[in-house]
T-cell receptor, first 112, second 111 residues
Framework: DSGVTQTPKHLITATGQRVTLRCSPRSGDLSVYWYQQSLDQGLQFLIQYYNGEERAKGNILERFSAQQFPDLHSELNLSSLELGDSALYFC???????????FGPGTRLTVL | TQLLEQSPQFLSIQEGENLTVYCNSSSVFSSLQWYRQEPGEGPVLLVTVVTGGEVKKLKRLTFQFGDARKDSSLHITAAQPGDTGLYLCAGVKNQGGKLIFGQGTELSVKP
């Protein structure tokens, strides 16, 4: 158990819909990262938040957005969903200068 | 283009065999990490290497960081079915910077 929690575990929805994925980092970790993992693209970095502020952006689509709340939990919002958005979405938290990351169990999103 | 290239992409071996997975780049990294991921679960950190030429051992797993800090290898001795999984290398170019992942090596160890 990494100490990072994600909900829900599975999510099935239809094209055009909007969903919210939730993540709670390990106690004491200020940084939260979101990743998308699909079979053909591997693990892709989406966005990082540090203590409530956006720190870095990766390959995140404009239809996607995220935020980190004062209690440090984070949400990833995915809108106007397309079939190609079906993937595993992971949240990770880290501490320290080496950026060692602890991953949650992931949310498997299926868009039908 | 992938900043970190892992090879091989797939590896299927028999229990007891040795294997090496490579992680190569033309870029210099301040540190490099190896993760192992099982199906349906999140990656789990195995080790971090920081110094060029550094070697770290974790039971039957040996990790090495290249002298120029551009590449790394993971060697598994006497592989066991429990070693089956996706092995990912990930590099940090600047301290505190984002983690860049390789595409992964899918290892299958058959009993």
């Amino acid at each position: 158990d990494s100490g990072v929690t994600q909900t829900p575990k599975h999510l099935i929805t239809a094209t055009g819909q909007r969903v919210t994925l939730r993540c709670s980092p390990r106690s004491g970790d200020l940084s939260v990262y979101w990743y998308q993992q699909s079979l053909d693209q591997g693990l892709q970095f989406l966005i990082q938040y540090y203590n409530g502020e956006e720190r870095a952006k990766g390959n995140i689509l404009e239809r996607f957005s995220a935020q980190q709340f004062p209690d440090l939990h984070s949400e990833l919002n995915l809108s106007s969903l397309e079939l190609g958005d079906s993937a595993l979405y992971f949240c990770a938290s880290s501490v320290g200068r080496l950026n060692e990351q602890f991953f949650g169990p992931g949310t498997r999103l299926t868009v039908l | 283009t992938q900043l970190l290239e892992q090879s091989p992409q797939f590896l299927s071996i028999q229990e007891g065999e040795n294997l090496t997975v490579y992680c190569n780049s033309s870029s210099v990294f301040s540190s490099l990490q190896w993760y192992r991921q099982e199906p349906g679960e999140g990656p789990v950190l195995l080790v971090t290497v920081v110094t060029g030429g550094e070697v770290k051992k974790l039971k039957r797993l040996t990790f090495q960081f290249g002298d120029a800090r551009k590449d790394s290898s993971l060697h598994i001795t006497a592989a066991q079915p429990g070693d089956t999984g996706l092995y990912l290398c990930a590099g940090v170019k600047n301290q505190g910077g984002k983690l860049i992942f390789g595409q992964g090596t899918e290892l299958s160890v058959k009993p």
